[in-house]
Each structure stands twice: as C-alpha cells, then as structure tokens.
C-alpha cells in the first residue's frame, strides 16, 4: 500500500489568488493523479502528474489554470491559479498502488485538501 | 463517453436490513469497475473490485454487462456500514471516472 499525506489539508483564500498544494508519498510510485470534488459533487480526474514531463490533462481542465509539478517519484504538486468561487473543493491526489499486497489497478487516495475561495 | 451513475444519493436502512447500493455504468470498451468507501472523518478506500469476486466485510458486487449494472449488496446492514460509497469506472490508462456516490445511513 502507499501512505499519502496532503499539505495544507484546508485553506480559505482571497478570489484572484493561487495555491499550491503538495502530495507526498511515503514509497516510490509510477502514477499519481490528481482530483477535483466539487461541493455536492462526484470526484472528477484533473490530470496525470507525469514525472519527468508535462502533466497530462483531461478534458475541461488547462495547464495555465490547475499547473502541476512531479520532480521525482514521490512527490507532486497541484496550484490552483487565479482563484474565483468555482474553485472551492476538495482537492485529492492519488497513487497507483505497487507491491505486495496490493491488488492491480488499485489506487489509493490522500485525505484531501479543502478550499474555499471567498 | 464513459459514465457512472449511482440514482441514490442517501440510503437509509435499519440495522439488519438488506442493503443494495445501485450502480449503472456506460462504457464501450470492456469495464473494470470498482466500489470505494469514505467512512466519517477517514479517506476514500478501496472496498472491491469485480475481478476479484470477493466479499469484503459482507459486500457483493457482481458485474451484469447485459444490465450495466455493478450493484453493492450485503445480505445484513451494520451501523458500521455508515459511509459515503462511491462506484468508479477505469477505463484509459489507470483513469477514474467516479459515480456521484451514495451516503448509507444504518440506523440502530
């Protein structure tokens, strides 16, 4: 399995602002992903955390607006950009689960950052 | 396009009481899906998948391709059975795409 932790795991910010959240995995993993659950919402998949690359975004989801990093196997970062209300989510990274023990295609998730854009 | 939808979006049954969370998916390719669960105050968690064709604390799910269906089901509901569940679709490379979810309230 893999443990995730999320930093910050809530915050409250100013409309036209950006934040950048962090995800660390305590284990090397290939894929990591990031997601959006909007208030009353299902989670939706943002984009691919690529390490050595360019994220790779879903449709309805831009570079400029939601940038991630990935420098190594265990850490990526998401920045929400230019903030409106819209934006106030949760925000949760996930993992491709490795190793013993896990079952194929298994994804485990962070704790989530919580944003709210006033 | 791939989507899952789960009609309910709170259960509410009393302790004992047979518990079936519905789940429909579309899809064009071959679907592999599973069921996540976010207990209260805890992160979403995998509880099954239908390539293993396992129970996992009294759950069943069984795959219907002729329905399009991967229903949750256990035969006794337990107040610990309380939690958010989610069903989820895999399709691309390790992509989710994740159904609204379904909030089972046990009640004692």
């Known amino acids: 399995s893999a443990v995730i932790s999320q930093k910050p795991s809530r915050d409250i910010c100013q409309r036209g602002t950006s934040l950048t959240i962090q995800c660390q995995v305590d284990?090397?993993?290939?894929?990591m992903f990031w997601y959006r659950q909007q208030p009353g919402q299902s989670l939706t998949l943002i984009a691919t955390?690529?390490?050595?690359?360019?994220?790779?975004?879903e449709s309805g989801f831009v570079i400029d607006k939601f940038p991630i990093s990935r420098p190594n196997l265990t850490f990526s970062t998401l920045t929400v950009s230019n903030m409106s209300p819209e934006d106030s989510s949760i925000y949760l990274c996930?993992?491709?689960?490795?190793?013993?023990?896990?079952?194929?295609?298994?994804?485990?998730f962070g704790p989530g950052t919580r944003l709210t854009v006033l | 396009a791939q989507r899952v939808t789960q009609p309910e979006k709170l259960l509410s049954v009393f302790k004992g009481a047979p518990v079936e969370l519905k789940c429909n998916y579309s899809?064009?390719?071959?679907?592999?899906l599973f069921w996540y669960v976010q207990y209260s105050r805890q992160r979403l968690q995998l509880l099954l998948r239908?390539?293993s064709r396992e129970s996992i604390k009294g759950f069943t799910a069984d795959l219907n391709k002729g329905e399009t269906s991967f229903h949750l089901k256990k035969p006794f509901a337990q107040e610990e059975d309380s939690a958010m569940y989610y069903c989820?679709?895999?399709?691309?490379?390790?992509?989710?795409?994740f159904g609204t979810g379904t909030r089972l309230l046990v009640s004692p």
């Open positions: 996930s993992v491709e689960g490795q190793g013993e023990g896990v079952s194929y295609n298994e994804q485990f």
């Open positions: 284990s090397q993993v290939t894929m």
């Open positions: 955390a690529n390490q050595g690359s360019e994220a790779t975004y």
């Open positions: 899809y064009s390719g071959s679907p592999e």
């Open positions: 239908h390539i």
């Open positions: 989820a679709l895999l399709w691309g490379f390790q992509k989710l795409v």
